[in-house]
């Protein structure tokens, strides 16, 4: 069983940065790979980024697509998204997920497991 608990969300103004960690424990990290995922009010979770088990293949939403870098440390159990250029339309609950196999996938059923989320609101 895989525990995912995000940090370092918070406030920030249209065009700031922002990066956001997801720390894992119970199993063993570079055997996942692992995905961003994001929920606004009223609207459904979307994915955001993946990446895979050694870190060499990523992916990303279009909407994020030259704004966010993905990335891991596998030797931490974490992983990263660096968030710039931040709009408002970013603002949501971003969740950590893993799957247990390298290949990335883009629907949220896709993953096994989930961390609580880390709320991001951009200001305008």
């Known amino acids: 069983q895989v525990q995912l608990v995000e940090s370092g969300g918070g406030l920030v103004q249209a065009g700031g940065s922002l990066r956001i960690s997801c720390v894992a424990s119970?199993?063993?990290?570079?055997?996942?790979?692992m995905g961003w995922f994001r929920q606004a009010p009223g609207k459904e979770r979307e994915f955001v980024a993946g990446?895979?088990?050694?870190?060499?293949?990523?992916r990303y939403a279009d909407s994020v697509k030259g704004r966010f870098t993905i990335s891991r440390d596998n030797a931490k159990n974490t992983m990263y998204l660096q968030m710039n250029s931040l709009k408002p339309e970013d603002t949501a609950v971003y969740f950590c997920?893993?799957?247990?196999?390298?290949?990335?996938?883009?629907?949220?059923?896709?993953?096994?497991?989930w961390g609580q989320g880390t709320q991001v609101t951009v200001s305008s």
């Open positions: 990446i895979g088990w050694s870190g060499s293949s990523t």
């Open positions: 119970g199993g063993t990290f570079s055997n996942y790979a």
């Open positions: 997920a893993a799957r247990p196999t390298g290949i990335i996938r883009v629907g949220p059923y896709d993953y096994n497991y």
